[in-house]
């Protein structure tokens, strides 16, 4: 199975090498676990051993992040969301995969749902942990989280200190202060140091194209659109995404349950990774595929 992009001919191998696709697990159904901006698979681990159990775990690293194949990175493909959500598009048809269940993290959400818009045979269920269909505050009735002053400083602050940047937008995503490094680190200063490390592994080439397409962009037309059974889990406590946003995208899906975690930040698979599998489990029980726990 071959497709055709603006890089070439891509061979299934090479879909997979270009995404760092891995595989694990038993199961008839799969599970496509699709990391956040700045992140990458590995931060699915501690929910993975559990989901293995009962599924096939497709875990990726979009091009440009992770351990993808950087050198598959085009630019006009990666300045928009579609871009990311055609590289989960080549990995299911290049695996010939069909009604997955796909869990998307962040703008991976946003970017599942655009891929369920185009192929809707992809996904049975999508499940979006602390999602957003737009990060900035447009007007009375919407309040994104952010004014996009404050947004355009914070990407030029990537060109101007990238470490700085990292250290500014780390702690806020992990909901936790960034501690020194030492023997008293506790698990949740771990955790933003680990998101740091990722935030500041990738090259500002990548990253920044995606940071834009994921802070500047306004998917909430797109929402109403999709039926596919949803499960939105959303931090009672996300200094990016308001629980008034949480809100708004369930009210928005034709098919929608929301989920309020109590807890801190916006990675909500790493700070409370047992109620959110509970709650994975909770939503799947319908396909007579619950998970062991």
Known sequence: MMFKTQHGKYESNNIMQRNNVNLSGKGEQTIILAHGFGCNQNMWRFILPFLEKEYQVLLFDYVGSGSSDFSAYEENRYQHLEGYALDIIEICDALELRDTIFVGHSVSSTIGWLAAKQRPDLFSKIIAICPSPCFLNLDEDYQGG????????????????????????????????????????SESDTLVHELLSSFCATDVTYSKP????????????????????????????????????????????????LEIIEGNGHCLHMTHPMHVLNSIQAFLKDDGHPLSV
């Open 146 to 185: 952010f004014e996009k002053q404050n947004l355009e400083e914070l990407i030029q602050l990537m060109d101007k200190d990238y470490i700085g940047w990292g250290n500014y937008l780390a702690p806020m995503v992990m909901g936790s202060d960034l501690s020194p490094i030492g023997p008293g680190m």
């Open 210 to 257: 995606f940071a834009e397409a994921t802070f500047f962009s306004d998917y909430r037309s797109l929402l109403p659109e999709i039926s596919h059974p949803c499960l939105i889990l959303q931090s009672s406590n996300d200094a990016l995404v308001a629980v008034s946003v949480g809100e708004y995208t369930q009210s928005k899906l034709q098919n929608a349950k």
